[in-house]
């Protein structure tokens, strides 16, 4: 059964720091693309930030020099280091595996919870 547990969201000020964690169970993340999405409330899902087999990492405009994608193999997880917040990142955070190299939400499957990002001004 593959599985998927992000956690790491909080409650932060604007500027600061946080890293969400997406910790995988069935599938291996590197043979895998993943990929980080976030939604807000009234909003549609987003692409933020995806990691492909081979290593290489895309991101969002939005986030672009503020982010990093990155991932473990002997923890099978994946990360998303998140600096210099600013209120508009508020948003519930999702990580999901593609069998293929996109942006789009629809070509991933096997979604996790979400975890809760609170960025206060």
């Known amino acids: 059964q593959v599985q998927l547990v992000e956690s790491g969201g909080g409650l932060v000020q604007a500027g600061g720091s946080l890293t969400l964690s997406c910790a995988a169970s069935?599938?291996?993340?590197?043979?895998?693309?993943m990929g980080w999405f976030r939604q807000a409330p009234g909003k549609e899902r987003e692409f933020v930030a995806r990691?492909?087999?081979?290593?290489?990492?895309f991101y969002a405009d939005s986030v672009k020099g503020r982010f990093t994608i990155a991932r473990d193999g002997a923890k099978n997880t994946v990360y998303l280091q998140m600096n210099s917040l600013k209120p508009e990142d508020t948003a519930v955070y999702y990580c999901?595996?593609?069998?293929?190299?996109?942006?789009?939400?629809?070509?991933?499957?096997?979604w996790g919870q979400g975890t809760q990002v609170t960025v206060s001004s």
């Open positions: 990691i492909w087999s081979g290593g290489s990492t």
């Open positions: 999901a595996f593609s069998h293929v190299i996109t942006v789009v939400p629809a070509l991933y499957d096997h």
């Open positions: 069935g599938r291996t993340v590197g043979s895998y693309t």
